[in-house]
């Protein structure tokens, strides 16, 4: 069996949890790999990733800030990974890049994984955030045939330019950040996903104000830490189901995992409790 080489691409990567997971999926498959974590510089990028090339290996991840950058670098970028505007997934094959973008899968298979009978066609969507996961979290819900999107950022520029590049621009309406509609809205709505990054450890929390939002409505926080973010607690207090971000962290590793090793590997409750989960 040869030896797989595999790793993480970003700056900083040290808090990173994908050797955990990488590294229980090697084991647990009988597979002869490794998955390093690479810390390149923005002005590093290109020679780290010559020399990963050079050093044999078969693929890497990409996380923050090169998700974007990388794209240029790569000799094949697929379809997916243009629309959403990023590549987190690379694969080296006879000498050449192909990136793809494996965050619309994590987040749509971690939400059917949590919620196997949510109906994303039953009604509206509010997705809070415009930033690289939203665009990752729009193209999913869009593939999955939520009617409508309503989409609220800090900074509706930022909104605007995910709406104009996104597929199907015509299901998606901006909404002002903390507004009278966006409050509105709450209360039509099928599903909300924060996907800013308020809520994390280190963080504002996200002021949001449930209480008028629809007993029905299943809410996602795509933060993973804290696991329960102030929005999930608030969430579950008045009822309502709700869904960790973990596994959509956990997911968006699998294709990766299936391109270079040759086997899809499975989310055990074992594995996500080793991540925090
Ligand atoms: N579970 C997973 O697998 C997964 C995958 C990817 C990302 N994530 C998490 O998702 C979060 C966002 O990641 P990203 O890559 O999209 O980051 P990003 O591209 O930097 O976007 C950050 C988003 O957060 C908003 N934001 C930041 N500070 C804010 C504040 N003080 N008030 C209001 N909005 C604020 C930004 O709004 P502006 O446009 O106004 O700046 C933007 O919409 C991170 O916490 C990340 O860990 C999780």
Known sequence: MSFTKTGLVGHPVSHSKSPMIHGHWIKHYGLSGSYE???LSCEGLADGIRTL???GFKGFNVT???KVDVMALCDHVDDLARIVGAVNTVTIKDGALHGTNTDV???IENLKSHAPDFDFKAGPAVVLGAGGAARAVVQG???EGVPEIWLSNRTPEKAD???ASASLKDRIKRLGWNSAEGIKALSQANLVVNTTSLGMTGKPALTLSLEGLSPKALVHDI???PLMTPLLLEAQAQGNRTVTGIGMLLHQARPGFALWHGVMPEVTDELTKMVGG
Do not use: W
């Open 37 to 39: 974590l690479v810390d």
């Open 141 to 143: 819900l869009l593939q």
């Open 105 to 107: 899968f994590g987040f």
């Open 161 to 163: 330019a995910l709406i």
């Open 53 to 55: 090339k050079a050093s």
């Open 64 to 66: 923050v800030p090169h």
């Open 223 to 225: 933060v993973y830490a």
